[in-house]
């Protein structure tokens, strides 16, 4: 009987001990969300907007709207435009050609003094990342700059070599430039984006008239 009660006893204080552990292991797991929770941007700053375009996720300033009317970026150039439409008047008619083909445009209307912008083709060209290849891409990007301003004092300069890297497994080509157009300077960051999964592509720049601080690199967060 002793012995019987000796064994129901062990029992319980097992149970009891068991029920202390988890307790005791709950309480760092739920912890460690909550510090998760905190570090995660997206969901905690408010000065940050993330855009989903195709397989890329394009974390911005909440500053940068998407423009993609003919009204709405007629308002903006008169509004906003100031320096850059008065030394480059072309500028709105190239950016509504490009609107037709359903590229897209985030543009900055609170920056320091002009305005910064982002050009997103959602669907770009294919091809091999073979470093002949790639410069063959570039000059073609250069000789519609220079088509583009081909009647006025306009100069185009990289800025350094391409460089690769890789973010999330997809290949990322980046190239900086600097442009003068008359006394108007303003540089453009090139990212040329392969996916790894469907092999597609997509090209991003990002547009700087305020003495070239912007870096894109900053913003792009996710590629899946």
């Not at 609170?110 to 891409?137: A, M, T």
Request: aromatic share 12%; net charge negative.
């Amino acid at each position: 009987m002793i012995k019987r009660i000796a064994f129901i006893l062990l029992v319980f204080m097992t149970v009891i001990s068991c029920k202390n552990d988890v307790k005791k292991t709950d309480s760092p797991t739920q912890n460690m969300d909550s510090s998760a929770q905190e570090m995660n941007p997206s969901t905690q700053d408010g000065s940050v907007t993330v855009h989903e375009i195709e397989e890329l996720r394009l974390t911005l300033p909440s500053t940068y709207k998407n423009i993609n009317s003919v009204q709405e970026l007629e308002k903006f150039m008169q509004e906003e435009g100031g320096q850059i439409t008065k030394t480059d008047p072309g500028l709105t008619n190239h950016i509504l050609k490009n609107l037709s083909m359903d590229r897209l445009f985030y543009f900055d209307s609170e920056s320091e003094k002009n305005f910064n912008y982002v050009y997103v083709d959602p669907v770009g060209p294919r091809f091999p990342l073979q470093d002949e290849l790639i410069e063959k891409f570039l000059a073609k990007y250069e000789n519609d700059c220079s088509m583009q301003y081909a009647s006025q004092n306009y100069q185009m300069e990289r800025l350094g070599n391409f460089t690769r890297s890789t973010v999330f497994q997809n290949e990322v080509i980046n190239i900086k430039y600097k442009h003068t157009l008359d006394k108007l300077e303003w540089y453009s960051d090139y990212y040329y984006i392969q996916m790894k999964g469907n092999r597609r592509s997509l090209v991003l720049i990002a547009n700087d008239y305020n003495g070239g601080a912007l870096n894109l690199k900053e913003y792009l967060t996710t590629i899946y």
